[in-house]
């Protein structure tokens, strides 16, 4: 179980979520393959590798946004990349949110969880508007593993309570019950 894993570190719960709001940036989201697998690769929240027949590239979410601007990309593809920044976006609300925030723990562990639930779900839009409902059309298919794994940060975060090992510091990080 996932509660199971992260107890076993001896840290702060403040201290995990801050460490999954920055490692959630390099966590692959899903994993593509082009076309009858002409090439493949996976995507992060801040950028795409893909190895093609014609070499390995690493795409930036901010190449994306300026292929909008000047509009090389055109169709559902505009729309897919707007929802992808969108979840990038929450993810960074998220991180300047967990580090920054003077709140009681409970307070922030669930807004943490419910921004990475909706990144994930503005991802899982995103590679749905690319891919198709199946996550499989005339352009490629994608696994999104990743926003499986996501989505259970999001839902543990949202149902983190303050256990007995935080008994020490529940008057500053937990909120009265």
């Not at 992260?6 to 460490?19: C, D, P, Y």
């Not at 090389?72 to 949110?97: C, D, E, K, P, R």
Request: charged letters at 10%; glycine letters at 8%; proline letters at 5%.
């Amino acid at each position: 179980m996932l509660p199971d894993i992260f107890h076993a570190i001896n840290v702060s719960i403040k201290t995990k979520v801050r460490v999954i709001s920055l490692l959630i940036f390099l966590l692959p989201v899903y994993f593509f393959s082009i076309g009858d697998v002409y090439g493949n690769g996976f995507q992060t929240p801040i950028f795409r590798y893909q190895e093609i027949f014609l070499g390995s590239f690493l795409v930036l979410i901010s190449n994306d946004l300026y292929n909008i601007i000047i509009g090389f990309f055109q169709g559902t593809m505009v729309f897919s990349l707007i929802a992808w920044f969108l979840g990038t976006s929450f993810l960074v609300v998220n991180a300047i949110y967990v580090f920054v925030s003077t709140k009681p723990l409970g307070r922030i562990t669930r807004w943490s969880g419910l921004l990475l639930i909706i990144s994930g779900i503005c991802y899982l839009v995103s590679v749905m508007l690319h891919y198709g409902v199946l996550f499989h059309n005339f352009s490629g298919t994608a696994l999104p593993l990743g926003l499986l794994l996501m989505f259970l940060l999001g839902i543990w975060e949202f149902n983190v309570q303050c256990i007995p090992d935080d008994i020490k510091t529940m008057p500053a990080e937990c909120e009265p019950k």
